[in-house]
């Protein structure tokens, strides 16, 4: 009879499996690890897709939400940003190269937030003003699942965002930073809040619990800039901008395309000239949505890249390729006088050079005292031209269809609500070091400036990239469960796979 081994024994096969298991968790854990901290630019590949349609303006909100982290860094340290050039040319503070017109735009994070109005209207509408007769019903399942995850979509990631402010401030994240704002010479610009603390943390949670309810009601109209994270003033906004797009897109749905787009022009000069200017961003963004869809059903660019690509149908100096590059040209120009109307200064526009005029015919309703400031007024018209221009001209569009600005895309919404506590945070701890480093002189607060920009940018890239894949996405997918779950017809449903900030 053959000899064999007598079984193991249960301590010793569990200790087996364990061992065997180790190597393959230790290979879950790295490729989950890589999942996260993996870069994601590639552009989208379809480029018949209304998400591929699109894409550029996925670019241009990852710029602008980087202009955006320029200004709120610069904003403490010098009030340049704000001001136009050449005000009083005796003084040097008004004869910096950043406030020369376009080149500012750099630096001007309020311009830059209502691009993000008008990308937002347009991205939103695109897919429903896209659909023919034939798929209104496919059009409508979309606006329902946009409007149903809207309120998620936005209040969720920046309600756990401003939760970790909350946490912060009751273990004293924020204490350098007041430090710093009482002491320091260097701070020169305008002074943002921190949040109050408490020594109890009961009185901490009613505080914060109180701000975030005044914060997330729908039913007033105010800005509102809460201390744990003033720029999320813009949450709200948006939130009743695209009730108001959904509504206007409902109402439309059965109107033929001029009368579709003369309501639309209706609705966003009425908003303007009531000085709802984030209501016009939005809906005006939709106008532009369906402007481009009147124009032309081909690919974005064709007409454009034909001007400036000669083929065996146009010779160089034909009457149809002088026409195409005269189109071109005119509309580089509407484009640079769109940048130029919206780099309108934020401060003493009345006073700068080429911009008077513009504040001499602004609305008197963008001129009182508690009203809205006149740039709000100029930087929502120029905005409309510029997300216009970005898809009839196809350098422009090709630019921002780049890796990078794609990048910045994909993790704009997360990067615009971590960047303000890191900057107020280990910004504020960090600064001070670096300008005792470096010295007293101009030349040497401009270094420290520029090496504390770089190391904040690289903090807040990374933590945004954290918090896109680990709190962003997530709540997107939850989103999208909780109405498949939800849903009449459960599992027949497809809601909209696009995610829309």
């Not at 610069?74 to 009030?79: C, G």
């Not at 303007?272 to 974005?300: C, N, Q």
Request: glycine share 6%.
């Amino acid at each position: 009879m053959a000899d064999h081994q007598p079984p193991p024994s249960m301590p010793a096969k569990a200790a087996s499996i364990s061992h065997s298991e180790r190597p393959a968790r230790a290979t879950r854990a790295y490729r989950y690890l890589q999942h996260i901290i993996s870069p994601t630019t590639s552009a989208t590949s379809s480029p018949r897709s209304s998400a591929s349609r699109t894409a550029s303006y996925d670019g241009l909100r990852g710029i602008a939400c980087l202009i955006v982290f320029n200004f709120h860094f610069l904003y403490p340290y010098t009030r340049t940003i704000t001001h136009g050039f050449a005000v009083d040319l005796e003084d040097r503070n008004w004869r910096h190269p950043h406030q020369l017109p376009i080149l500012c735009l750099l630096v001007r994070g309020r311009a830059m937030v209502t691009l993000f109005f008008a990308i937002s209207g347009y991205v939103l509408s695109y897919a429903f003003l896209s659909q023919t007769e034939t798929q209104l019903m496919k059009g409508f399942s979309r606006l329902s699942s946009l409007s149903l995850r809207r309120w998620m979509r936005l209040y969720l990631p920046a309600t756990i965002s401003m939760v970790c402010v909350f946490f912060a401030t009751f273990i004293g994240a924020f204490d350098q930073g007041r430090d710093f704002q009482d002491s320091s010479p260097w701070l020169t610009g305008l002074w943002e809040q921190h949040p109050p603390r408490f020594e109890n943390f009961g009185k901490q949670m009613k505080d914060f619990a109180s701000m975030w309810w005044d914060w997330s009601t729908p039913f007033q109209w105010r800005l509102f800039y809460s201390e744990y994270d003033p720029h999320t003033w813009t949450i709200p906004v948006e939130f009743k901008a695209s009730m108001v797009l959904f509504v206007m897109l409902l109402a439309s749905a059965g109107l033929k395309q001029r009368w579709r787009t003369g309501l639309f022009v209706l609705v966003t000069v009425y908003c303007l000239v009531s000085a709802r200017w984030d209501v016009a961003a939005f809906t005006g963004g939709a106008l532009v949505a369906g402007i481009h869809l009147w124009e032309t059903p081909r690919s974005v660019g064709d007409e454009e890249k034909a001007a400036l690509l000669p083929t065996h149908r146009t010779e160089p100096g034909s009457p149809a390729r002088v026409t195409r590059i005269i189109s071109v040209v005119s509309k580089t120009l509407l484009l640079v006088a769109a940048l130029y109307v919206l780099s309108f200064p934020d401060d003493s526009a009345d006073k700068t050079p080429g911009f008077a005029w513009l504040y001499k015919i602004t609305p008197s309703m963008y001129k009182k005292g508690s009203a809205p400031h006149p740039y709000m007024f100029w930087h929502s018209l120029a905005g409309l031209f510029v997300i216009w221009s970005v898809q009839r001209l196809y350098y422009v569009n090709a630019v921002f269809c780049l890796s990078i600005p794609q990048y910045f895309g994909k993790i704009s919404f997360a990067f615009y609500l971590v960047h303000g506590p890191l900057l107020h945070s280990a910004g504020f701890a960090l600064q001070p070091k670096i300008f005792a480093a470096v010295g007293s002189s101009v030349s040497a607060w401009v270094g420290a400036l520029v090496l504390g920009w770089m190391t904040m940018l690289a903090l807040s890239v990374i933590a945004a990239h954290l918090f896109w894949k680990l709190v962003d996405m997530p709540l997107v997918r939850f989103a999208k469960w909780f109405e498949a779950l939800a849903s009449r017809r459960s599992g027949k449903r497809q809601p909209c796979t696009t995610v829309v900030r």
